[in-house]
């Protein structure tokens, strides 16, 4: 099984560098490009999400074995930023504290199989997301 | 990473040719919105063939600098959504709705050709 990848997340730049290097861990590990794209998309908005709300933190890149011989891609974003007091509200479309779309969590949510988001008090934000290969 | 921006008649083109930043895209929409203004252009395409992800925030610059185009009465397309990317922007919600799209540089100037034709008779 291969290696975690982590990537340093303090600019809008490793933005990029973050979806780029997911999009090459998620081919490698087999996805197609449409799916390879899906895995990006979302990275893309978890680092951004880093960079507007904690400034800096972390996306952790860990392809997966399921049960039954499933194989998937999970991403860690993680950060210790002043966190989401309310989580309900953070995943509703359309909801957007930095006058952005509001697409950005639920969107997420969307476009992976499975999500969890802790934030607890006291602060920090880690989102972790898998997509699982058909 | 600059996106040149070349201008042909009254059109002008952008082609982004790498994974843009969010820096890189706001800049995109001032260059673009200046020189609208700047050479009175009738219309603007945004070649969006090269780029790998159309997240929420490149989304939102592209409505931005359609709606400031607008303003200006000039029109924008955008060509070159890849299929992938067109994929994953669905899922995420996103649909460009307001903006007309094209498959690519030779259809956008077309659209915009018959639009400026229209809008002379």
Redesign the interface.
Known sequence: MADDTQIHITSDKDVVTARQHGRAVALQAGFSLSEATLIATAISELARNIVSYAQQGSITLRPVNGSSGLRGLTVVASDSGPGITDIAQALRDGYSSSGGLGLGLPGVRRLMDEFDIASPAGGGTTVTVTKWRP | MQVPILKQGGVLIATIQA?????DLLELRNALVHQVVRYRSSGVIVDVTAM??????A??TLLEISHMIRLRGADTVIVGIQ???A???V????TLEDIPTALDLEEGLDYLQQKNSRSIN
Do not use: H, I, K, T
Not at chain 2, 19 to 23: I, M, R, V
Not at chain 2, 52 to 57: A, L, N, P
Not at chain 2, 91 to 94: R, S, T, V
């Open positions: 994974a843009l930043s969010d820096a790998d992800v159309m997240d929420s925030f989304s939102r299929p992938e990317v994929f994953a922007m899922q995420l919600g996103l």
